[in-house]
Structure formats: structure tokens, C-alpha cells
């Protein structure tokens, strides 16, 4: 089945610092792929998105490519700030009916120190 | 206006009690979902509706009964509450297209002593 792997937290890092987290993923068909970040005690929200191989989605400072070749959406972030300090999710989206659930990550918590 | 809202978002109960969870969206989507995050922060979908017809049902014990009035409601409902059930329930909405983004309300956070 489906599925999407993420680089294991936690993250810290110092305000200012560059941002990687890796994600990789298996899926049968063409999937959408997604970031959601969900702060501390809140629900999820959608960070970014690609539904096609050399998509780059961004928000916030915040971009990932669709890679389709290594089957890979790594987020980034140039500088990162104490306000980025989250739990982020990898997601995919499979299947053209588009009502397909998404396949979550287990998540990497990223904690961002002043 | 909340996109979609759930309720209660707070939820202490005992075990064995049954309990509701309700969800709203008013975003006019036709696809619906429950997933829960387990104390690890995984996030596991549950069921699906779309327009009102459960589409998904992973394994999930049949205490778990979701039911959708209509379009833009879909509540859970939980028979004899285990210490297990012990998490947070998030409900989702998408409009049926590939790509479309799954929106997600703020979560139920459910305990059961």
C-alpha cells in the first residue's frame, strides 16, 4: 500500500538556521503530495502542495519539489524563526477520484531556539 | 467562520460510557473524513464519506459508528469507551478532485479515565 516516510524528530535548531526535512514516499498511482504543520495544541493546516512531478509548492518561506524520480518532497526553509517551532506531516493523495484520504507521515517535530 | 468545527473540543469521560462527536463543514465539500492521532502524533484515517455514503472504513472496532445526515455533517459516535480510545479525533473535508486539499478542523481531544 501507500505510504510516506519522514526523517524522525526532533529537530532543533537556532533561529536563522537552514531547514531540511526529508520525506520519501510509495504509492501505486501518480499521488498529490502535501505538507500540513501543526502547532502545539492546535488542529492541522496545509503548509504546501504539489500535484505533479516538478511541482514546487511554497508558503511561507516554505517550498518543496516534487521529485518523481526519486519519489521524494523534501520541505525547506532558507531561515527558519521560533515561530516555525511545529510537529510537520508529509502527506500523499492517491488516485485520480480525488477522494482519496491522505497517507500521513509519522511526523518530525521541529523546535526553533532564539 | 471556522471552516470545519468540531465538538466538543475537550472530552474527559469514564470508561464504558458512550460518548458523541460532532462535525461541520461549511465549505460546501462533497467528501468527509475521521482520523485519529495517536499519543505518538500518527495520523490514521478512519472512515470517509462522500455525499453521505461511507466510502472508507479501515479497521476501526465497530464501537466506532460514524454517521453523516448529510453532506456537510459528519459525527462519531463511541460505544463502551476503552483507555485505548484515549486520543485526537480529527475531522477533515475535501471537494472531490485530484489534488484538492483535505481541510482539517481544530481536533477533539478525547481521555477516558
Known amino acids: 500500500g501507500d505510504s510516506v516516510t519522514q526523517m524522525e524528530g526532533p529537530v532543533t535548531l537556532s533561529e536563522e538556521a537552514f531547514l531540511t526535512i526529508n520525506c520519501t514516499y510509495t504509492?501505486?498511482?501518480?499521488?498529490?503530495l502535501f505538507w500540513y504543520v501543526q502547532y502545539p495544541g492546535e488542529g492541522l493546516q496545509l503548509l504546501l502542495k504539489a500535484t505533479k512531478a516538478d511541482d514546487k509548492g511554497s508558503n511561507k518561506g516554505f517550498e518543496a519539489t516534487y521529485r518523481k524520480e526519486t519519489t521524494s518532497f523534501h520541505l525547506e526553509k532558507g531561515s527558519v524563526q521560533v515561530s516555525d517551532s511545529a510537529v510537520y506531516f508529509c502527506?500523499?493523495?492517491?488516485?485520480?477520484?480525488?477522494?482519496?484520504?491522505?497517507?500521513f507521515g509519522k511526523g518530525t517535530r521541529l523546535s526553533v531556539i532564539a | 467562520d471556522t471552516a470545519v468545527s468540531q465538538t466538543p473540543k475537550y472530552l474527559v469521560t469514564q470508561m464504558g460510557n458512550d460518548k458523541s462527536i460532532k462535525c461541520e463543514q461549511n465549505l460546501g465539500h462533497d467528501t468527509m473524513y475521521w482520523y485519529k492521532q495517536d499519543s505518538k502524533k500518527f495520523l490514521k484515517i478512519m472512515f470517509s464519506?462522500?455525499?453521505?455514503?461511507?466510502?472508507i472504513n479501515e479497521t476501526v472496532p465497530n464501537r466506532f459508528s460514524p454517521k453523516s445526515p448529510d453532506k456537510a455533517h459528519l459525527n462519531l459516535h463511541i460505544n463502551s469507551l476503552e483507555l485505548g480510545d484515549s486520543a485526537v479525533y480529527f475531522c477533515?473535508?475535501?471537494?472531490?478532485?485530484?489534488?484538492?486539499?483535505?481541510?482539517f478542523g481544530e481536533g477533539s481531544w478525547l481521555t477516558v479515565v
Open positions: 504509492a501505486t498511482g501518480y499521488p498529490s
Open positions: 464519506y462522500n455525499n453521505k455514503e461511507l466510502i
Open positions: 477533515a473535508s475535501s471537494q472531490m478532485g485530484r489534488g484538492n486539499t483535505i481541510y
Open positions: 502527506a500523499l493523495s492517491d488516485g485520480n477520484s480525488g477522494n482519496t484520504p491522505l497517507v
